[in-house]
């Protein structure tokens, strides 16, 4: 395992582009405008990979909600829903959303610290886009983007840290600090407006202007290095200093967790990010950190109605402990 591979969870490239001569997506002429942008991507992908296309307007709103939730496209797409799609790459590490915010919203995601692995691979599908469909470029601004944010390379660099110790010892508020003086923002597990629940925070550039894709990847690597580090020793901190007190909170979680007759999706989220630390720290096992890294979206509503089909509200927690706890159990155990 690497150094940090229980800190970075994963690393995301996301470029957005736009149609030249088509307005953004709030005010598209017609329909046959986003048909437009859809067949010009569709017919691009078809030749260069094997994607699974979905049209959202053909979705339930869970289903595409379950999307949602695996982190596999955005609220603006589901907003969109009538004109939207998305082509998802069998393994799911590239998507490629169509009538988002921007017309295309490129992305790539790969697992662990190293965001030039997902850009070079993100690499080859822009080419083919920037070569095959006209997209609005300015020699001053770069590439045109619905957010002013994005206008330059329309890069957005990410990587998603799990930081249990030092959100735990209050330091999250200084790291916040400390991103937006060096260009960067923390943001919560769904992104731009969300919460960090589990102790997920992800780490981006907050704008894109000024500065080459290498040097943004660069910029967030660096700052991101820093912080892995920084929970690093944070972790070493909570076992030289209060063991015991973390050894009983992350084994109460783990027997709460594998034992409950009911469990909502907040404190699932909870749960499971304190067994995480438990395993950080030495106490418990986990044995695929891919499948125990699922449950945190396979145990939320829409995920879960996907599996189940269930149809009682009032029965969605019963079913999410049940399923939670029986997966945990499968996955883990104490040392």
């Not at 965001?115 to 080859?124: A, G, S, T």
Request: charged content about 30%.
């Amino acid at each position: 395992m690497e150094l940090y591979d229980t800190i970075a969870i994963s690393s995301r490239i996301r470029l957005a582009r736009n149609v030249d001569g088509l307005k953004f997506y709030t005010k598209l002429q017609s329909d046959v405008d986003a048909e437009y942008i859809t067949s010009s991507v569709t017919k691009i992908l078809d030749g260069l990979d094997v994607f699974n296309f979905l049209s959202l307007k053909q979705l339930s709103l869970s289903e595409c909600n379950a999307l949602f939730e695996q982190h596999l496209i955005s609220k603006e797409l589901i907003e969109n829903k009538d004109i939207s799609s998305v082509a998802i790459s069998e393994d799911e590490k590239m998507i490629i959303m169509i009538n988002e915010e921007d017309h295309i919203r490129e992305q790539a995601i790969e697992s662990g610290f190293n965001l030039y692995k997902p850009y070079r691979k993100l690499k080859v599908i822009d080419d083919q886009i920037i070569a095959n469909i006209p997209i609005a470029f300015d020699e001053k601004w770069g590439f045109i983007t619905a957010s002013p944010s994005n206008l330059g390379t329309g890069m957005r660099a990410s990587v998603m840290l799990f930081l249990p110790a030092l959100d735990r010892l209050g330091r999250i508020n200084a790291l916040i600090t400390s991103a937006k003086e060096n260009g960067l923002t923390v943001r919560g597990i769904y992104g731009e407006g969300s919460k960090a629940l589990g102790q997920f925070y992800q780490i981006s550039n907050q704008c894109s202007l000024g500065l080459n894709e290498n040097e943004i990847i660069d910029q967030v690597s660096e700052f991101g290095y820093e912080i892995c580090q920084k929970e690093q020793e944070a972790r070493q901190y909570l076992l030289e200093n209060e063991c015991e007190k973390y050894k009983d909170i992350t084994l109460r979680a783990y027997g709460v967790i594998t034992n409950c007759f009911a469990l909502d999706e907040e404190e699932m989220i909870s749960l499971l990010s304190s067994v995480k630390l438990g395993q950080v720290l030495g106490f418990i096992d986990i044995k695929s950190e891919e499948e125990f890294q699922k449950l945190y979206f396979e145990g939320t509503k829409a995920n879960l109605k996907e599996l189940f089909e269930f149809f009682d509200e009032k029965k969605e927690n019963i079913i999410r402990a049940e399923y939670i706890s029986n997966k945990v159990k499968s996955l883990t155990e104490r040392r």
